[in-house]
């Protein structure tokens, strides 16, 4: 892999830690702001599977659609089928950040969606290593 892949694999695993990272704090609040974490969970996960993708040598487009990233991962890796069932995490990147299609996601979903994010990162780690 050349440098300037590297360069891109790593500066988007910065941005989807940050969005990890911010996810993972907000659930230490008192009262978390669940919107905010799912949103911020799926931005990470969206990211994850764009580093993995650039990874491959491969352009993984401008969607926040978790399902087609999840399909470009398997064509390139079919063990990427095992993360199936984490695209309903899509409907966090814009859905809840608009009055229009206004939810509260409970804590419980704000917590499926955190466990999610840690379990594409851990999974996409061990692909890239």
């Known amino acids: 892999m050349g440098e300037e892949i ?10 989807a830690d940050n969005d990890l990272k911010t996810a ?9 702001i669940t919107d905010t974490i799912c949103f911020h969970c799926q931005q990470a996960v969206e990211k ?4 993995f993708i650039v990874y491959k040598g491969q352009i993984p487009g401008k969607t926040h659609n978790i399902a087609v990233l ?3 991962c398997a064509q390139l890796d079919n063990s990427f089928l095992e993360l ?10 814009v859905t809840l950040r608009y009055a229009d299609g206004f939810y509260i996601p409970p804590v419980e979903e ?9 379990r594409v990162k ?4 061990s692909k890239i290593k």
């Open 6 to 15: 590297k360069e891109l694999v790593n500066n988007w695993f910065i941005k």
């Open 70 to 72: 999840l399909r470009k």
């Open 24 to 32: 993972e704090f907000g659930m230490t609040a008192e009262e978390p």
């Open 48 to 51: 994850y599977l764009k580093a």
């Open 110 to 118: 704000a917590e499926a969606a955190l466990e999610d994010a840690q």
């Open 84 to 93: 199936s069932g984490i695209d309903h995490l899509t409907d966090y990147a």
């Open 122 to 125: 851990e999974f996409v780690i």
